[in-house]
């Protein structure tokens, strides 16, 4: 490579790219894989920083003088580098390596590259090379006492072979003023091409780094206590630490501890798993008989939930779906087994009217408490309708006090309303 060549980083790139040499990014002498990151470019033999000017004047800058009227050896690289790459991405690609401004329009990048690649052997865009100068484009010129000398000769001695000077090939273009003016108009009406990317990107670049520090704690806490989380296993959790786990994310039904009760824990397991309401004197007779005179404060239901079909009733076979487990409690003592999240898990309250039930609860006020958890009232259907509990939020549920074989029908609604209660509050809590 000439020493011409290694002192013009316009003509020193374009004998690598015409070479195909490959071209490396140091950063203080350093080799580093990314553009953005390098302040030199390794073009053969020659290292020279990327931001310096080259001869190529940017459009509109008829009589180029200062340094910032050329594009920098950076800007003309990457037109090369990204030759075949679409407009925009050609322009965020830029963006992405520092040139925010500067680098080659999409309209003159082929022109860029035809001229680094020898398509073409000259551009009017070009400033002649001062073979006796390496001083970057633009620097003002220090007269040499060999030019004063000069310029004391004719101009025909100065110019010996005017021939080569007067060459088509050689002679620079000067174009029309009307022309530029044209362009100059046009150029003030250009629009920058933007996409979806480019449109979101600001100028000064912002740090979050301090807002996510202040709340990475916060964030880590609230991923801890989130229902439903799981929680990594420690070594001391034993087989019954992970029982009382599963068992904690069952639904809850709460019933009323009053003896004169329709549905008590005598008999709420054989009503609602098998559909079959036996009054609770005579349940509580049996459960003596068997030995058992004392009922139990927990008592789990197994039922196999129906999946509904497309008109919105579960008409699959009784075989089909998965088995969902219930607990059923009738106090607030037995209710704290479950832990200090229980009520979370607490998805119907059966009651029958009396306000005193209540007291213990989580909200005392049934007005509120029916706002949480879903309410139903159990009574005969034969009974009057119940003043208190007009403006509770209830649903009435009627058991009939003979007919048995209806009995099915009336836990069949008792579970589609706790469904559909259980799916729009807390779907956590039922199988899929």
């Known amino acids: 490579m000439s020493m011409t060549m290694t002192s013009d980083a316009l003509l020193a790139l374009r004998q690598v790219v015409k070479s195909k040499s490959p071209i490396t990014y140091l950063s203080n002498n350093e080799p580093t894989s990314m553009l953005l990151n390098a302040t030199h470019l390794s073009l053969g033999s020659v290292s020279l920083p990327k931001s310096t000017p080259t001869r190529y004047s940017k459009p509109g800058v008829p009589n180029a003088a200062s340094p910032s009227d050329f594009y920098t050896l950076e800007a003309i690289y990457l037109a090369w580098l990204l030759r075949d790459a679409p407009g925009a991405e050609y322009m965020k690609q830029a963006r992405e390596n520092g040139l925010t401004v500067g ?39 220090r007269p040499s006492p060999a030019a004063h000398a000069s310029s004391s000769t004719p101009k025909r001695a100065a110019r010996p072979n005017t021939t080569d000077l ?21 150029q003030v009406d250009e629009v920058e091409l933007r996409d979806r990317n480019t449109v979101l990107r600001g100028v000064k670049p912002n740090n979050f780094s301090a807002l996510l520090s202040s709340y990475s704690e916060k964030l880590k806490k609230s991923r801890e206590t989130k229902p439903g989380a799981v929680s990594v296993p420690t070594p001391s959790t034993g087989p019954p630490m992970q029982a009382r786990k ?69 008409s699959a076979p009784p075989s089909s779906g998965a088995i969902q487990r219930y607990f059923v409690v009738d106090s607030t003592d037995a209710l704290q087994k479950f832990g200090a999240d229980a009520w979370e898990r607490v998805v119907c309250v059966m009651t029958t009217g009396q306000v005193w039930q ?50 099915k029908s009336v836990v069949a609604h008792f579970w589609k309303i706790i469904d559909d209660w259980t799916s729009a509050n807390k779907p956590w809590l039922l199988k899929s």
């Open 103 to 141: 680098f080659v329009s999409v309209t003159e990048r082929k022109n860029v590259v035809d001229w680094l690649e020898g398509k073409v052997a000259d551009s009017d865009r070009i400033k002649p090379l001062d073979t006796d100068s390496t001083t970057p484009p633009g620097t003002p010129s």
């Open 166 to 186: 007067e060459s088509p090939s050689k002679r620079r273009y000067v174009p029309d003023s009307h022309d530029l003016e044209v362009v100059k108009r046009i």
């Open 246 to 314: 599963a068992r904690n994310m069952f639904p809850i039904i709460m019933i009323s501890s009053s003896p004169t009760a329709l549905i008590t824990m005598y008999n709420v397991k054989r009503f609602l798993q098998e559909s079959v309401f036996e009054a609770s004197a005579s349940a509580r007779e049996r459960a003596a008989s068997a030995g058992n005179p004392r009922a139990e404060d927990v008592i789990h239901i197994d039922r196999r939930r129906t999946p509904p079909t497309v008109s919105g009733t579960a």
């Open 358 to 407: 209540f007291r213990p609860y989580k909200w005392s006020d049934p007005r509120t408490l029916f706002h949480h958890v879903k309410g139903i009232y159990v009574t005969w259907s034969n009974d009057p309708p119940n003043p208190k509990i007009k403006d509770w939020n209830v649903t009435e549920l009627k058991i009939d006090p003979h007919r048995r074989h209806i009995d």
